[in-house]
């Protein structure tokens, strides 16, 4: 078995064409999400089958590129930005008739209103690629049911990046707006949501840094090593980065 490395919370190891991974409370609704969206005909997913003789998850193992930071300069195209919010639109839209008042475990708790199931952690490191192009996401842990805008606020965040300059100088604000609404056009996305999104992006990376400080004081090394880190800190200088700068977004977004 090959050893999957890059997420940094969960054991996982590659089994020919399988991927095996660490069962949570969660597990059961995820396999279901990932079931409905076979049966929908979404391609961007792994397949689940089951659970194996040692009590890990079974999926298909997605051959392809999934980037780490820093980032590779292709995985900052244009064109990569509208093909993620493209791909996100089609999972998102395949999740709604899913059942989501059903009474199970997810990771993160619901949140609402209850549109869509989202991912919960749409990032580079999370999407595989081939040829230079976003074809899946991966490592549906985090997938809950949610608002559109709950998961295209996290995604943005990521893939914009919506991050303050001072510690990734990747895009000054001017050119972080523009890639902004270029990425909700791509989505589609409706004009309500577009005048939340920014103040969700921040909601979202504030439960982002409260999850890990509580998972740091259960007892969680991967948590408490990012803690260490300062992964919590960045997060917060992105809080204030976007909220500084929220008027300018929301009127890329809107105008």
């Known amino acids: 078995m090959e050893v999957l490395t890059g997420g940094g919370v969960n054991h996982v190891v590659r089994d020919g064409d399988t991927v ?3 069962t949570g409370p969660w597990t059961a609704g995820v396999h279901a999400v990932l079931d409905h969206l076979a049966e929908r005909g979404f391609r961007g997913a792994p397949r689940s089958h089951g659970i194996d003789g040692e009590g890990r998850e079974v999926l298909d193992f997605l051959p392809g590129d ?3 930071y820093p980032l590779p ?3 900052l195209s244009d064109d990569v930005l509208e093909a993620v919010g493209r791909l996100l639109r089609e999972f998102h839209d395949a999740t709604l008739d899913f059942p989501k008042n059903q009474d199970v475990p997810w990771y993160w708790p619901p949140v609402s209103p209850a549109e869509v199931i989202c991912h919960g952690d749409v990032a580079p490191y999370n999407c595989v690629f081939r040829d230079g192009r976003p074809v899946a996401f991966i490592d549906f842990d985090t997938a809950h049911p949610g608002p559109r805008v709950w998961d295209v606020a996290y995604a943005a965040y990521r893939f914009v990046p919506l991050t303050d300059p001072r510690h990734m100088s990747l895009y000054p604000v001017p050119e972080q707006a523009r890639r902004l609404r270029l990425f909700a056009d791509a989505y589609a996305l409706d004009d ?3 005048g939340e999104l920014t103040a969700t992006a921040q909601a979202r990376l504030d439960h982002l840094v409260r999850f890990m400080h509580a998972q740091a004081a259960a007892g969680h090394e991967a948590f408490a090593s990012h803690i260490v880190r300062g992964d919590d800190l960045l997060y917060q200088r992105d809080i204030e980065h976007i909220a500084r700068h929220e008027a300018t977004f929301t009127a890329a977004l809107t105008g």
Do not use: F, L, Q, Y
């Open 20 to 22: 095996r991974r660490p």
């Open 66 to 68: 999934v980037p780490g």
């Open 73 to 75: 300069e292709w995985v």
């Open 192 to 194: 309500a949501a577009r």
